[in-house]
């Protein structure tokens, strides 16, 4: 049931445009009919202003209802969200506050970073990446709020209050012309019937009752005449009228295109400002991750990626063999203390596991990959990943 209220709620405009379309078919068929009907009279014609005029603001409100559909489906992709977003505005009540796709997506790495521990690599990007979410989802909320109240509304207000009081007064108009139309074809009517009556008699007629009869028509049809030129002032007057009014409705198209302009420009900057809240908060990020250990130091992928050799390719496994880590001695020179600035689980027996803040003493070798040296924790040794580690002088 409240499914069925919220579409016919929605589609109300959709089913008004019909209701104005079928309204528009009906007056031009009766406008045919009566043309057929008083001897094919000719449809009274607008002056190529007015026509221009009533062009342009069909073409207004057809570009106008594409661009504020498209500009919502661009603010809310999500259908279901803009109709329900349609019916709190119609029963005109507040929409409830629910957080958006990035606030949703920060909240969840926020909360997967405590499980997997803060004090991780992986837990502790997920907590900036998770805060910067949030930010952007922030900045975007903000967005949308001011591109509907100065983009949105003022095309929505034209579509629901100009439009459809033009397109009462273009009805009226239409109904007025139809009623001149209608009186010209009885004065024509009126007209042809007098000049027959007035036909001069056959005063050698021998029914003299005949020429009685004649002129007798001939004064009904005269007073017929007189009414219907009556009546086709009046009309011709509230057609006027009519006209000169939906005239001045149809010239305020163009404070109309004015107004949206400015519109226009206000939605631009609020795009401009959004997209460079975003970049600075995406700048920030990076500037952050970039302090931190590369996350992918110990990743094959990475390491191939970057153009050295991987723990998993043949070469790098010859390496670790030759090299033998148990066996390798630390230099005369060239040991350094270092500060283990993450945990470090290793992966195999080749490697040595790190606690944070604890101090090692790392060295170098020949034939060890660059991002790897070997530190040594008393008697334990083995490959550290360099970006874990702060080397102190």
Known sequence: MLGSYVFAIYYSHVFEELFAFRVMLLLFLLSKFTGEKFGQVEKTELDAHFENLLSRADSTKNWTEKIFRQTEVLLQPNPSSR??????????????????????LGHYMQDAAKDFGPGTPYGSTLIKVGDCERRLGSVQREFLQTSAISFLTPLRNFLEGDWRTISKERRLLEN?????????????????????????????????????????????????????????????????????VTRLL??????????????????????????????????D??????????????????????????????????????????????????????????????????????????????????????????????????????????LLS
């Open 176 to 244: 007025r012309r139809l009623d001149l139309d209608s009186c010209k074809a009885r004065l024509k009517k009126a007209k042809l019937a007098e000049s027959k009556a007035a036909a001069v008699p056959d005063f050698q007629e021998t029914r003299p009752r005949n020429y009685v009869l004649s002129a007798s028509a001939s004064a009904l049809w005269s007073e017929e005449v007189d009414k219907a030129e009556h009546e086709l002032r009046v009309a011709q007057t509230e057609f006027d009228r009519q006209a000169e």
């Open 250 to 283: 149809l010239e305020g198209i163009s404070s109309t295109h004015v107004n949206h302009l400015r519109c226009l420009h206000e939605f631009v900057e609020a795009q401009t400002a959004y997209y460079k809240q975003c970049h600075l908060h995406m700048q």
């Open 83 to 104: 109709i329900e977003e349609f019916l709190y505005e119609k029963l005109d009540r507040t929409v409830p506050s629910r957080p958006n796709n990035e606030e949703l």
């Open 285 to 390: 990020l990076q500037k952050e991750l970039d302090r931190f250990p590369n996350a992918f130091a110990g990743n094959p992928g990475h390491s191939m990626a970057s153009g050295g050799s991987s723990p998993l390719d043949p070469a790098s496994a010859v390496e670790t063999d030759t090299l033998k880590i148990e066996e390798v001695q630390a230099p005369a020179t060239g040991t350094r203390k270092a500060k283990v600035l993450y945990d470090y689980d290793a992966a195999d027996t080749s490697e040595l596991s790190l606690l944070a803040d604890e101090l090692i003493t790392v060295y170098t070798v020949p034939g060890m990959d660059s991002d790897w040296l070997v530190g040594e924790r008393g008697n334990q040794k083995g490959k550290v990943p360099v970006t874990y580690l702060e």
